[in-house]
């Protein structure tokens, strides 16, 4: 029997992680549109907008993995949800005021980016506890298979709100998808096991255990290195994907809304077809073909200016690899990573991979400014495919499967896995 239907609390977490997904799909739609036509923004501070929200991770990711694996997740989740909630409902109201401007823009993408951080890693390393180690690899596959449903949903309904209500009022949808989404864990009836309490180390000692974790990993350093890089040229392109359809192919907001979202089911399509090809391949071969052979297509979305098909295609097969790859790794981590560790394992991770993202939409955004929108685009495309370099260059490309044993002991003078 499906998880869905026999597990009311995962229930109760999908239906909240799918409807946030949703919100936030219409605002990566609305907050660029709100900086391009209500604040009449350049390339640049769009993907200023774009880098903001994803600066937090360099600057708190870190100590917050700590934290999680010290506190109750759910918590950090419930109040994670609220913070989002108000920041994006403020902002209609400040409009209407007349007193919206660019630098404010930033300061709320800016917080609720620390919430996203906060709810992430949290929620991360929450799952494992909500349900059986046998029902990671499909909880994984469902909650990877609704986010990319949600996104699809989103950028169309967003792109249809903003054409007919205007791209403020499209966030106010992203604030009561996080409303539902706090009623939804509110109701969870699952409480994690309490800790013993114990002494513990200095928080700077546990972010300290938690890159060694990663760094003298050969499976988890070349995961995060090869984040890091292809996140890099992904937000590269993604931050000025929205100025070229709009500014260069000539669409309007409902149709860029449509083909985002048309684009966005290759991530449907890499969820639910990665659990049968991690079982029939092996998930160290399905990593390669997500990662490296299906991005080689997303060199077709500079040539949108000949036919906006052409950005279907490239950004499609995009969402098969990053989706797809996304499972595997997540299902990976889940069983290889001690649970005690497994927030700093998160935090450390998302710090590598996630500290690209606002360097990545900086360069797309500089780049869009002074070299014009197409060529940038041609050079962060290339990026995406180049990425799966890295894979090549590790244990990955000789092995049919990522190792399955739990990761128990970290080299070193104190065994990690009883520090928490």
């Known amino acids: 029997m499906s998880l869905l239907r026999r597990h009311r609390d995962f229930r109760l977490l999908w239906t909240g992680e799918t409807l946030s997904r ?32 994803w600066l ?73 506890t909500l349900i059986d180690p046998a029902d990671h690899a499909e909880g994984n596959a469902k909650l990877h298979g ?76 070349t995961l995060t290195l090869f984040g890091a890089v292809s996140n890099l040229a992904l937000m590269g392109y993604q931050s000025i994907a929205v100025v070229f359809l709009v500014r260069e192919v000539g669409l309007t907001p409902g149709t860029v809304g449509a083909l985002i979202a048309a684009a ?41 200016t000949i036919s906006p098909w052409f950005y279907l295609a490239g950004a499609f097969s995009i969402g098969v690899g990053v989706v797809a790859g996304n499972v595997v790794k997540a299902t990976f981590y889940q069983s290889y990573c001690p649970p005690d560790l497994l927030g700093r394992l998160t935090a450390t991770s998302a710090f590598v991979n996630y500290g690209t993202i606002p360097l990545g939409a900086l360069l797309g955004g500089i780049l869009g400014q002074y070299l014009g929108l197409t060529p940038a685009l041609w050079i962060t495309t290339a990026g995406i495919p180049l990425a799966g370099l890295v894979l090549l260059c590790s244990p990955i490309r000789s092995n049919r499967d990522l190792p399955k044993h739990q990761y128990d002991v970290l080299p070193g003078p104190r065994d990690l896995s009883r520090s928490s």
Do not use: K
């Open 22 to 53: 949703f919100g936030t799909a219409v605002s990566g739609v609305a907050i660029p549109l709100v900086a391009i036509s209500v604040l009449d923004a350049t390339t640049f501070q769009v993907g200023l907008l774009t880098a903001f929200a």
């Open 264 to 304: 966005g089911s290759g991530g449907i399509v890499g969820a639910f077809a990665a659990r049968r090809l991690m079982t029939r391949f092996g998930t160290a071969r399905i990593i390669l073909l997500a990662e490296l052979g299906l991005p080689t297509l997303a060199l077709l979305i500079p040539l949108s």
């Open 56 to 128: 937090p991770w360099l600057v708190i990711g870190l100590p917050v993995g700590a934290w999680v694996d010290r506190l109750p997740r759910r918590p950090i989740m419930l109040i994670a949800a609220a913070s989002s909630f108000a920041l994006l409902a403020a902002v209609p109201l400040i409009s209407a005021a007349g007193l919206l401007t660019t630098r404010l823009l930033l300061a709320i993408v800016v917080l609720t980016g620390v919430a996203a951080v906060l709810f992430q890693t949290a929620y991360t390393a929450y799952l494992p």
């Open 146 to 221: 609704s986010a990319s449903a949600a996104q699809i949903a989103g950028a169309a309904c967003g792109g249809l709100v903003i054409q007919l209500a205007g791209p403020i009022n499209g966030l106010l949808i992203d604030a009561a998808t996080f409303l539902i989404a706090l009623v939804c864990l509110a109701a969870i009836r699952h409480r994690e096991p309490r800790r013993t309490p114990v002494r513990r180390p200095a928080i700077t000692t546990e972010i300290a255990d938690g890159l060694r974790l990663v760094a003298r990993d050969v499976w988890l350093r």
